[in-house]
Structure formats: structure tokens, C-alpha cells
């Protein structure tokens, strides 16, 4: 018989486990929460004192400790997110440009924080404890401490001592 998510991960708080889908082969850590209606995928590792929240997509990938992902993100296949990062709500990740190259995986430093409903291109890295503004659309790399915003995103501030 199949072992319930609470059997299979007494460490970790579903908020309904009746209505999240934690598919096999997935590692999540002590002390993690995992919202309504989030389907983690074969494969993703997720690391302790995480929370996932509610109408979350977390595909095979890897998740640090200590992060946040709000309401209805998309955390696609490939996609690191190091630990202490916030990804605000309906925050898209992506790794296939469509344009039949190898997939390319975004990657999310330490202390990063993405705001709401962004857009984080294949490939993108967001440096550690920089700030994305809300609504962005990541297409390039970002700076450690920066701030990014806008459609496409571009800095708005350096972090603090960069002279750039
Ligand atoms: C980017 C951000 C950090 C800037 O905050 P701030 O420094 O207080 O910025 P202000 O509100 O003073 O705005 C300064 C300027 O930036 C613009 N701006 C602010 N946020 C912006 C955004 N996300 N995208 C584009 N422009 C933005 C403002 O329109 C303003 O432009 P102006 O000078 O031409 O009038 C903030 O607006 C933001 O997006 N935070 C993320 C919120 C979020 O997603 N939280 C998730 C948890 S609920």
C-alpha cells in the first residue's frame, strides 16, 4: 500500500497533504512546509526550514535551505535556488529558449530576492542577495546586491560600494 506524504516525510508540514502531490524520489527537508495544490516533481531536492507555498509547480530541481516560494511559482526543471532566497508569488522560471539549443537552467544565489510575478529567462543567474523588482522579466545576469526592474530588467541600483 502506498505510504501517506506524513509517512513518508514526518519532518515536514503539508498544509492539506490531501491536495499536494509529491511525486517519487523527492528529498525535503526537517522543518519544511508545503502548501495546497503544489505538485514537487521525481527528483527535486529540497533543502530544511523551506516553505512552498499553495499552486506551486517545483520540477526536478534543487532548493536550498531556508527559502521562500510564495503562491503559484513555477520552479522549473534545472533551476537551483540557494539558500535564505524569497521568490515572491507567481514567479516563473524558465529554461528552454525555443530555439531547439540544449535547455539552460537559471540559477538563484544566497539571499536573493525575486518579486511578485516575475519572469526569470533560461540560463539567467541572480547574484547572491540581490533584489528583482515586481513584475520583472529577467533576461540577463544579475549582479550580486543589485536591484533589478522592469521589462527587460535593468539595474537600478548597484550594490552598495560598486562603483559601476
Ligand atoms: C523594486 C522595489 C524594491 C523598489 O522599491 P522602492 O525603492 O521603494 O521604489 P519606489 O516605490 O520608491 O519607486 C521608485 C521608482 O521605481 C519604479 N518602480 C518601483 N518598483 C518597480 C517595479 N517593480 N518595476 C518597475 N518600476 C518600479 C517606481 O515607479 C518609481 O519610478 P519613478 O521614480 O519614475 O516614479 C519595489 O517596488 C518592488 O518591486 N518590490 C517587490 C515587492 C514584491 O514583489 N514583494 C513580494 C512579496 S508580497
Redesign the pocket.
Known sequence: MQQSLEERFPDVLFYNPALTEVQDNVVIGAGSRVGSMTVVHRDARVGTGTTIGSHCNICACTIGNNVSI?TACHITRGVTVEDDV?I??HVVTLNDKLKGDPMIYPYIEKGA??????TILPGVRIGANA??????VVTKDVPPGA?????PARI??SAPGDQT
Open positions: 510564495q524569497f515572491g508569488p530576492k525575486i518579486g511578485g510575478g516575475s533584489v528583482v523588482g515586481a513584475g520583472s536591484l533589478v526592474v522592469g521589462n537600478r541600483q
